[in-house]
């Protein structure tokens, strides 16, 4: 189980004909599980970068991360792969769902090639049923609407019960009322299992319904705020 995420004076820059960027930089921030945090800011801004190097999908070219006091990303592939699967869920603003697979399947799709002490089917059933879509597991995603879609999404980020969950503008597609509801379905879930949650968002309607809103810009953090804010 991973309880706490630290962000020591993270940075990560990207070189490219000769001039170098920072997507982010001097990033100082923690994170207990079972926060709801939303991150907020413009395009741009380094919201997405954040999220990546959390996820451990990227690695800080200064400071470091700490999960439990432990910097994942200096172990090898493996390790590194086997932590994300273990402890961290993904959902983006495209849905990223196999075409060719149900939603069953898809929602299996991350337990394939792992060893897991649990009936893999039973489970991929459990969280269908839990995103409300159990009638819809032998149907394609071309046979779903955005919103169901994103849902399967949902269901295939929880089912390994991740200790975090990084969404990544998963209303970004949607209409409003349809994001709305993902965006409670991802606090319930949040609440229900005790998760932590990281919320990246233009909506700032559904910003301010996190229990803390960190903005960014320019790569840096402008403000972190705690409380309730709608």
Known sequence: MSLKIECLDVGKSYAGDGVTTNAVQHINLSFSKGEFTSIVGPSGSGKSTLLSLIGTLDSPTSGKILYDGEEIVKKNKKAISDF??????????QFHLLPTLTALENVLSPLFARKVPYNKIERAKEVLEQVGLSDKENSLPSQL???????IAIARAIVHKPDWLLADEPTGNLDTETGERIFDLIQELNQQEGCGVFFVTHDPKLAVK?????????????SDKKGEFA
């Open 145 to 151: 609407s955005g919103g169901q879609q994103q849902r």
């Open 210 to 222: 996190a229990n803390r809103m960190i903005t960014m810009k320019d790569g840096m953090v402008l």
């Open 84 to 93: 994300r699967f273990e402890h961290i869920g993904f959902i983006f603003q």
